[in-house]
């Protein structure tokens, strides 16, 4: 990480803990890339991205993820995804509900 933060204790920390990613992929791809050597091996990575209806709310959201594209991006980046979910319900409410969520937690390869 350019900020520094590579020697702190924060760092440290991370090694033992995992990664919860709200909505910045893919856009900010190289900043999960970044963290990711931090992160032990068997580590958690969370991703969370809105579905259609949360997505269309606000226009800061810039490209529409699928829990299949943060799938492949998770794989891209060394980790191995679990299992795709929509929160707080089932995947297809996210057509109709803003506050849906696509949710694909992963673990980073030993």
């Known amino acids: 990480m350019s900020d520094g933060t590579q020697d702190s204790s924060y760092a440290e920390r991370l090694q033992k803990q995992g990664v ?3 909505q910045i992929l893919p856009f900010q791809l190289d900043l999960l890339t970044s963290y ?3 992160l032990r091996p068997g580590g958690s990575v969370f991703v969370v991205c809105p579905q259609e209806v949360g997505y269309r709310s606000d226009p800061t959201h810039v490209s529409f993820t699928t829990d299949a594209d943060i799938s492949r991006i998770c794989r891209a980046v060394g980790s191995t995804p679990v299992k795709a979910d929509g929160f707080p319900f089932p995947r297809p409410v996210g057509k109709l509900f803003l506050y849906n969520e696509f949710c ?3 673990t980073k390869a030993a």
């Open 20 to 22: 919860w990613w709200k």
């Open 36 to 38: 990711l050597p931090y």
């Open 104 to 106: 694909v937690p992963a």
